[in-house]
């Protein structure tokens, strides 16, 4: 099971900024271990976040993107009370979901 | 010979014109450098590893199933907040002058039943001595904006403040290195990384306030034990054990130093 994500949301003006940082290895698939065979490339495939459910980002990761990755957008007319949700799915298929309340 | 004089003086112009722009030049990549610290600084990976510690320290674990909510880091059973500006110091139930981390696994050991050997035999990142590290960063975390204020009112605290001193500068070692070999003079660095000069109070966040931090570079999270534990490596030491006397001396010697300080943990390094 994975770690749980860190999502920040504060509202200003007419829109929310979201902070979120999530735990993942992010591993490229193009390092070798010790004895010379290659780490298989595990990474997060999918990022999306909805707004009171209803979808507002969606993106594609590759393996470029570090470990313990960090994303930050904005969305526009989020309030405060509004709830931000954030999935990620990684190429194993492994997924996790986090909730947070803009501030 | 007028005109001798003359070229002398036109190579002198030249080459303090050229002196001029290197030194430009380096504070500017040093600036972007900072600039670069500080976008890291919003979305520290280290709070992952706080959670974790948090987690570790709540939760019932080990043979004896028990939280670590009774472990005593110096202030009373329990007490969380301001131990870190406070550690290392001595423990009258061990009999010994303890950093955080030893301290940790006393309490691992005292009050879950989880063999020390575990994490002082363990390796960095994994098992036992990694759940240390992560509650490390959150009692660290715990104490961030406080000032250092170690005690020396125990003699064994201030022998074990002597011998941090002596080890300090103890050459040894195929390059012949001490820790004041790097850590002993203002404005040192290494590539990009300047070092702070550890024989006085280094600064707020700097030094001994800036442990345990999140390493960009690897993914990793450092506690003070592995940043000790990594400068003996590369002065080509043999490393030390962990939470050996050797690593807890100097962390009194760096710890008391840095009185007045104030803790930035958890930072975020290159």
């Known amino acids: ?103 | 010979m007028p005109i001798k004089k003359l070229s002398f003086t036109a190579i002198a112009v030249g080459v303090m014109a050229l002196s001029g722009a290197a030194l430009a030049q380096e504070k500017t990549s040093i600036q972007a450098i900072e600039e670069y610290r500080e976008m890291l600084q919003d979305g520290n990976p280290a709070e992952l590893f706080e959670a974790k510690g948090e987690e570790l320290w709540k939760k019932p674990r080990g043979p004896k199933n028990a939280s670590l909510e009774k472990c005593d880091l110096g202030k009373g059973p329990g007490v969380v907040k301001g131990a870190f500006v406070e550690l290392p110091r001595y423990f009258k139930d061990t009999g010994k002058v303890q950093d955080l981390e030893s301290r940790l696994v006393t309490c691992m050991s005292t009050l879950q039943g989880i063999d020390p050997k575990e994490v002082v035999n363990g390796q960095w990142g994994r098992g036992e001595r990694a759940n240390t590290t992560a509650l490390a960063t959150w009692i660290g975390a715990q104490s961030k904006g406080m000032a250092f204020n170690l005690p020396q009112s125990n003699p064994q605290e201030r022998t074990m403040y002597e011998v941090g001193k002596r080890l300090f500068f103890q050459r040894g070692g195929a390059h012949d290195f001490a820790c004041a070999s790097c850590h002993g003079e203002e404005g040192k660095r290494i590539r990009l990384q300047d070092l702070p000069l550890l024989t006085k109070a280094p600064g707020d966040g700097v030094g001994f306030a800036a442990w345990p931090a999140y390493r960009v570079s690897n993914g990793q999270m450092w506690s003070m034990q592995h940043r000790l534990n990594d400068c003996y490596r590369q002065q080509r030491f043999p490393e030390p054990d962990f939470a050996s006397d050797v690593t807890v001396a100097l962390g009194v010697y760096l710890g008391v130093n840095a009185k007045g300080n104030k803790s930035a943990v958890p930072t975020i390094k290159r």
Request: hydrophobic share 35%.
């Open chain 1, 1 to 103: 099971m994975a770690d749980p994500m860190r999502i920040r949301a504060q509202a200003a003006g007419d829109k929310a900024t979201v902070r979120v940082l999530m735990s993942h290895e992010m591993e490229s698939g193009q390092r070798k271990d010790a004895s010379g065979k290659l780490v298989p490339a595990w990474h997060i495939s999918d990022v999306t976040a909805s707004l009171n459910g209803k979808p507002v980002f969606s993106c594609e990761w590759g393996p470029a993107v570090s470990k313990n990755p960090f994303l930050q957008f904005n969305v526009k007319g989020a309030k405060a009370g509004d709830k931000v949700s954030v999935t990620w799915k990684d190429n194993k298929g492994d997924t996790r979901t986090d909730e947070a309340t803009v501030s």
